[in-house]
Structures are given as structure tokens and as C-alpha cells.
């Protein structure tokens, strides 16, 4: 998990993230590449956000709130939109193997 983490706070400093309401926008201008979604995200955010990555043909994936908010250096996020197709793919890889 320390390759996920130093790969979110590169993201981070290149401002490849997007959070908050940005991510609505950004998936639907098919900007996102990737959204991690927090695990203890609430239950309706979660439908949502999987519902809309689902219809846009974004890639989602689950990750703990601590390593997520300790890696971009912000708190009380529960889900990220990674913006870059190179971000993207190597946090697949780390997050899957």
C-alpha cells in the first residue's frame, strides 16, 4: 500500500485528482479515469457513484478512508477521481496485484 499512497500524492501535486462535486463532472465529460471510493462511504453515495461510473464506462475502485486521506493529505474524503490515464492504470495495477 506505500506504492498507492506515493502514487495518490503524485496525482495530488500534478492536480490529477479531482473531489467533491467535480467528480459528477468530470465523469460525465468523461474526463475520470479512475474513482476510488472510500470503503465506508454511505450507502447511497455508493449506489450513485457506482450507477454513474457504470453508465459512463469509468473504472471504479474500493479503498480503505485512511490510506485515501492520508495519501492525498485531506480528510474526510470519501471518494476520488483520478483525471490522468497513467495515474490511473498504475493505481489499478498496485490495487489489484
Known sequence: ????SGVLG???????????DSIWKS???????????????????RKKLMDKCSYYKVSYCFIS???LNQAIGEYNKKAI????EGFA???Q???KG
Do not use: C, P, W
Request: glycine share 6%; no cysteine.
Open 81 to 84: 477521481a483520478i483525471l490522468d
Open 65 to 67: 478512508s485512511e490510506l
Open 89 to 91: 492504470t498504475k493505481l
Open 93 to 95: 495495477t498496485y490495487l
Open 10 to 20: 503524485l496525482a495530488k501535486r500534478a492536480r490529477k485528482i479531482a473531489s467533491g
Open 27 to 45: 465523469i460525465q465529460s468523461k474526463g475520470a479515469k479512475l474513482v476510488l471510493i472510500s470503503d465506508d462511504i454511505g450507502d447511497n453515495q
Open 1 to 4: 500500500m506505500n506504492k498507492v
